[in-house]
């Protein structure tokens, strides 16, 4: 008897929930796919249990009472925790399962994250992906998304996030440009060379460098400029100038040779890092953690980020 009694109570409590959430006991018996009957019902019980009224009721509407405004505060987060738990206990018996949906920014998750997938979903066949690309800082709640990987400096907020990786910016160019410009010594020298811009860098359109202590803000002159960083490497590739670039952009270049580092050592002040981000919460679900966990291993091994990204997809 007291399991009924038990489970009677909690129909109530998300009946009264389900009201006051949604404003109405219509769209609470879409929610619970209960007749709106059942729903009154159940909520007029908890009323006479509890000895108070939680909803002011009118022909129009229905309002929460300052008692029931309380009590939703309260049985919320009990819900809520309830219902983490259930989906943690099932976790712990099962694989990773379900639909995935990451958001991770254009260019960095064309090179570096596209190459990963095949390997990620062979290690969880339960798993199912949907990885968008946009350089928009999406809402992860709002719109649905399971992970988001960001690059740069992360501002602060309640999110869950985990840096799995660091990067920088640097400056180079092309070996066939040196050859014909000369290289500049110092970064005082770079206005007299032809640069190319990425307008997607924080600071343009100046050149915020920095060495150990040493700052100089630089005003590059481009005959080019790109909202796109691949565009940019591109032209630096074919000799059209010098590029303030990332290194996990820059670096099979550099390792091939075909581009080359120039004022070693100089930066970008606050360039930040490679970070997955979670939606709040304190139930992460196994889905969401394996697929942190298998990039945070995956890119360990890509710290100075000079290796050919698409030959990681070949290993099992």
Not at 278 to 294: C, E, H, M, N, Q
């Amino acid at each position: 008897m007291q399991e009924l009694t038990g489970r009677t109570e909690l129909e109530e409590i998300e009946a009264f929930v389900a009201v006051a959430e949604l404003g109405g006991f219509s769209a609470a018996a879409n929610r619970i796919e209960r007749d709106a009957s059942v729903i009154s019902r159940r909520v007029s019980q908890l009323e006479a249990r509890l000895g108070v009224r939680l909803l002011a009721r009118t022909t129009r509407r229905v309002a929460l009472t300052e008692a029931g405004e309380i009590y939703l505060r309260r049985v919320q987060n009990i819900l809520e925790e309830l219902a983490a738990a259930n989906v943690e206990v099932a976790e712990k018996a099962s694989e990773p399962r379900g639909l995935l949906r990451v958001s991770a920014p254009m260019t960095f998750g064309r090179v570096w994250l596209a190459p990963l997938v095949a390997g990620f979903l062979k290690q969880h066949e339960h798993i199912r992906l949907d990885l968008r690309f946009s350089d928009r800082i999406v809402d992860l709640v709002a719109e649905g998304f399971d992970v988001a990987v960001r690059v740069g400096v992360l501002p602060s907020s309640s999110l869950h996030s985990r840096k799995i990786g660091g990067h920088r910016m640097l400056l180079a160019a092309s070996l066939s440009y040196l050859r014909a410009a000369g290289t500049p010594k110092k970064p005082e020298d770079l206005p007299n060379f032809d640069c190319i811009g990425f307008t997607g860098n924080s600071s343009w359109p100046d050149w915020q460098l920095q060495f150990n202590s040493k700052r100089k803000l630089i005003k590059p002159v481009c005959r080019y400029v790109t909202d796109n960083s691949e565009a940019a490497l591109a032209a630096a590739l074919d000799g059209a100038g010098i590029v303030l670039v990332p290194d996990w952009l820059a670096g099979p270049s550099l390792r091939e040779g075909r581009l080359i580092e120039i004022l070693r050592g100089w930066t970008v002040k606050g360039e930040g890092g490679i970070y997955t981000v979670l939606p709040t919460g304190r139930f992460i679900p196994k889905k969401s953690r394996a697929f942190v966990d298998y990039l945070t291993a995956e890119l360990r091994v890509a710290r100075n980020w000079q290796r050919t990204p698409l030959k990681r997809s070949a290993t099992p």
